[in-house]
C-alpha cells in the first residue's frame, strides 16, 4: 500500500461495497460507545482506513493507518505510532489487526494507552476459526495486562466479534503465541 497507493484505495472500495451488504457494521457500535460514554476521551483508532470515527464523534481521536487516506489520517505502521507513552484513553483496533505482526499492534495500543483505558477491537469471527479461538484470544489479551469484559453470548454476532478490555496494569506481556486466519 504504500508503495502503490492506488492499491490502497482499490482495496478500501471494495471494503465500502462490502460494508454496505453487512447487517450491521461493527464500527458503528464503537461510535456509539464513545458517543455515549466517552465523550472527552482521547482516542487512536488504529488501522482507520478512512477515518469514520474521527468523523463521527466530538472527541480528539489519532487516526493511523499504512496509507492517509485523507488529510486526519497519519501514515505509518501501526506497530509504531509518534504518540507518547499512555497518552490516550480509548484505543481502537476495528477490522485491523490485519498484520502478520498484529501483536506488534497489541503492544503498541498497550504502550499508548493510560492504565485503566479502554482497548476496543472488533474483528471478523471467521478469523478466529471457532470459539476456541475467540476464548484464546481473550486469554491472549489478559496475558497482555487488559481485564476483559465478560462475554456471556460468544455466538451472539455471527458474523463480527467485538471484545472491550481495561488496561489494568503497566506489566506489559505479549507473546507471539496467537494468530488470526487471513
Known amino acids: 500500500f504504500q508503495r502503490d497507493p492506488s492499491k490502497f484505495e482499490i482495496y478500501h472500495r471494495g471494503y465500502r461495497e462490502q460494508a454496505a451488504q453487512w447487517p450491521m457494521n461493527p464500527l458503528d457500535n464503537i461510535i456509539d460507545f464513545i458517543v455515549k460514554h466517552n465523550k472527552k476521551a482521547v482516542v487512536a483508532?488504529?488501522?482507520?482506513?478512512?477515518?469514520?470515527?474521527?468523523?463521527?464523534?466530538?472527541?480528539?481521536?489519532?487516526?493511523?493507518?499504512?496509507?492517509?487516506?485523507?488529510?486526519?489520517?497519519?501514515?505509518?505502521?501501526?506497530?509504531?505510532?509518534?504518540?507518547?507513552?499512555?497518552?490516550?484513553?480509548?484505543?481502537?483496533?476495528?477490522?485491523?489487526?490485519?498484520?502478520?505482526?498484529?501483536?506488534?499492534f497489541i503492544r503498541e495500543g498497550a504502550r499508548i494507552l493510560k492504565t485503566n483505558g479502554i482497548l476496543k477491537i472488533?474483528?471478523?469471527?471467521?478469523?478466529?476459526?471457532?470459539?476456541?479461538?475467540?476464548?484464546?484470544?481473550?486469554?491472549?489479551?489478559?496475558?497482555?495486562?487488559?481485564?476483559?469484559?465478560?462475554?456471556?453470548?460468544l455466538s451472539e454476532n455471527k458474523m463480527f466479534f467485538e471484545v472491550e478490555c481495561t488496561k489494568v496494569t503497566?506489566?506489559?506481556?505479549?507473546?507471539?503465541?496467537?494468530?488470526l486466519k487471513a
Open 45 to 104: 483508532d488504529m488501522g482507520c482506513g478512512d477515518a469514520r470515527l474521527a468523523a463521527s464523534v466530538p472527541n480528539k481521536v489519532h487516526s493511523f493507518d499504512l496509507v492517509a487516506a485523507n488529510d486526519s489520517v497519519v501514515a505509518c505502521d501501526i506497530a509504531h505510532v509518534p504518540l507518547p507513552d499512555e497518552s490516550v484513553d480509548i484505543v481502537v483496533f476495528c477490522l485491523s489487526l490485519m498484520g502478520t505482526n498484529m501483536t506488534d
Open 170 to 179: 503497566n506489566e506489559i506481556f505479549i507473546d507471539n503465541s496467537i494468530e
Open 122 to 153: 472488533a474483528e471478523v469471527r471467521s478469523r478466529f476459526g471457532d470459539n476456541k479461538g475467540i476464548l484464546d484470544f481473550i486469554k491472549f489479551l489478559k496475558r497482555a495486562g487488559f481485564e476483559v469484559k465478560p462475554h456471556d453470548k
